[in-house]
């Protein structure tokens, strides 16, 4: 069974840093690039950051570059977004998901067709 569980979440303040991980199971992970998403309250889901199936490039919204860096362990089947300095609106539920990606060269935030059930981080003074 294609799975994803997110973790890592929690209650920090501004200029903290967290570092959420991602495990998957069920699948064979080298074959598909990643995605972490965040859905804000009374907001629409965005995507964060992605990473080839290699794990050979990345990318980021603008708005987290600098600050946040997505990685992967195809071996220990386990994905990561280190998050530091982090602010007030970065608060939301977390995801991570999956889309095939064997053999493309760049991610970007379209068409994921799995994904995990979400981890709440919360930036808050």
């Known amino acids: 069974q294609f799975t994803l569980v997110e973790s890592g979440g929690g209650l920090v303040r501004p200029g903290d840093s967290l570092r959420l991980s991602c495990a998957a199971s069920?699948?064979?992970?080298?074959?598909?690039?990643i995605g972490w998403f965040r859905q804000a309250p009374g907001k629409e889901r965005e995507g964060v950051s992605c990473i080839t199936a290699s794990g050979g490039s990345t990318d980021y919204t603008d708005s987290v570059k600098g600050r946040f860096t997505i990685s992967r362990d195809n071996g220990q089947k386990r994905l990561y977004l280190q998050m530091n300095n982090l602010k007030p609106e970065d608060t939301g539920v977390y995801y991570c998901?999956?889309?095939w990606g064997y053999g493309k060269g760049y991610c970007d935030f379209g068409n994921y067709d799995d994904w995990g059930q979400g981890t709440q981080v919360t930036v808050s003074a």
């Open positions: 069920g699948f064979t992970l080298d074959y598909y690039a």
């Open positions: 998901a999956a889309t």
